[in-house]
T-cell receptor, first 115, second 114 residues
Framework: GESVGLHLPTLSVQEGDNSIINCAYS??????FIWYKQESGKGPQFIID?????DKRQGQRVTVLLNKTVKHLSLQIAATQPGDSAVYFC??????????????FGTGTRLTIIP | ETGVTQTPRHLVMGMTNKKSLKCEQH?????MYWYKQSAKKPLELMFV???????ENNSVPSRFSPECPNSSHLFLHLHTLQPEDSALYLC?????????????FGPGTRLTVT
């Protein structure tokens, strides 16, 4: 089946530095992508999304880049803060053979911000 | 808070016990979801309900039995579980099934089966 994966399971970044979390997807039919943040003891929280007709989308301190040629998605967090420490995972939306919308989630990367 | 609450937050049960997980959403949504999150594995969708009707069952063992009495409440009844069922069980909701991409998650129930 199709899958979404992350290149690195863990990432440590000095506070104040920028971080980049990567995600590879394999379903070329996916038309929408989401990044989630999951802090310890909490459920996943939406961070930012991007549609497949876009290459870049910016939010507050976060930027998502989409490279459809190589099926790669990245999340950039600028000027990291201790509160950014969490697990980040991506998800892709696609339509099944039965016409149902499906979300496939990645495994996650644990980001640790070093004070 | 996301507007989705789950109880209990932690549960330890033996393999012969029967317990239930509860999820409640205060967002006026009509679609609700149960997910299983195991260590080092992606979120696994278990069940989907849309307007109280089950629209998806991802080959979940019958020892997991969902119930959706109304659009605001979702239960997961558990019986004769196995140790490998230990995981974080997450509930989510979206406005409707067609907007599954815009889901709001609860904090989860950490289940340990002994």
């Amino acid at each position: 089946g199709e899958s979404v994966g992350l290149h690195l399971p863990t990432l440590s970044v000095q506070e104040g530095d920028n971080s980049i979390i990567n995600c590879a997807y394999s379903n070329s039919a996916s038309d929408y992508f989401i990044w989630y943040k999951q802090e310890s003891g909490k459920g996943p929280q939406f961070i930012i999304d991007i549609r497949s007709n876009m290459d870049k989308r910016q939010g507050q301190r976060v930027t998502v880049l989409l490279n459809k040629t190589v099926k790669h998605l990245s999340l950039q967090i600028a000027a990291t803060q201790p509160g950014d420490s969490a697990v980040y995972f991506c998800a892709e939306k696609w339509i099944s053979n039965f016409g149902n919308e499906k979300l496939t989630f990645g495994t996650g990367t644990r980001l640790t911000i070093i004070p | 808070e996301t507007g989705v609450t789950q109880t209990p937050r932690h549960l330890v049960m033996g393999m012969t016990n029967k317990k239930s997980l509860k999820c409640e959403q205060h967002l006026g949504h009509n679609a609700m979801y149960w997910y299983k999150q195991s260590a080092k594995k992606p979120l696994e969708l278990m069940f989907v309900y849309n307007f109280k009707e089950q629209t998806e069952n991802n080959s979940v063992p019958s020892r997991f039995s969902p119930e959706c009495p109304n659009s605001s409440h979702l239960f997961l009844h558990l019986h004769t579980l196995q140790p490998e069922d230990s995981a974080l069980y997450l509930c989510a909701s979206s406005l409707r099934r067609e907007t599954a991409y815009e889901q709001y998650f609860g904090p989860g129930t950490r289940l340990t089966v002994t």
